[in-house]
């Protein structure tokens, strides 16, 4: 379990200070490479291997040498992230009343798919670490069960007419 919070916790710090986004370069591989050097980071100093001093101290310099750009990257990844939520905040309120006047199991299903969507995002955002896998299974139990009413539903209205000749 350790081993798990200390990946967590370095994970978040570098990522704060290595934050830079598709947009801060040229093409997809030096964003790639990147990435890989971030990982690289995490891993040295997770597992303490020879070289995870050295990269300390280079996460402490980047830190205080692009003090603006890491300031203004995490500015802007924060309102990024408020617009996102009050997207998702209204699509609830949205769900919400049309809660009112539809089927239940598939408001549920779509208030389901925003959190799922919400917790994506999180763990996206380095906010959590795992999107949570009591709400996939009851999404997926959902649709299961939402696909399997409506199927019983049409059956129902098919052999109605059937019976009654309207068919």
Not at 14 to 32: G, H, M, P, Q
Not at 38 to 46: F, G, H, K, P, R
Not at 96 to 103: L, Y
Request: glycine share 4%; net charge negative; aromatic share 6%.
């Amino acid at each position: 379990m350790k081993y798990c919070d200390d990946d967590a916790t370095w994970r978040k710090r570098i990522k704060a200070v290595y934050n830079k986004s598709r947009e801060d370069f040229e093409d997809l591989v030096e964003y790639n490479n990147y990435l890989e050097e971030v990982e690289d980071v995490i891993y040295s100093i997770v597992n303490d291997t020879p070289d995870a001093r050295g990269y300390i101290e280079k996460v402490k310099r980047l830190e205080h040498t692009d003090e603006k750009g890491v300031t203004l990257r995490q500015s802007i990844r924060a309102e990024e992230a408020r617009m996102a939520e009050e997207a998702l905040v209204q699509e609830d309120a949205m769900f919400e009343e049309a809660r009112r006047g539809r089927n239940d199991e598939a408001i549920n299903e779509r208030i389901m798919k925003g959190k799922l969507k919400r917790q994506k995002m999180e763990v996206m955002m380095g906010e959590r670490t795992e999107v949570s896998n009591e709400l996939s299974l009851q999404l997926k139990l959902a649709r299961t069960v939402g696909y399997a009413a409506a199927s019983r539903s049409q059956k129902n209205a098919t052999s109605g007419a059937v019976k009654n000749g309207t068919f």
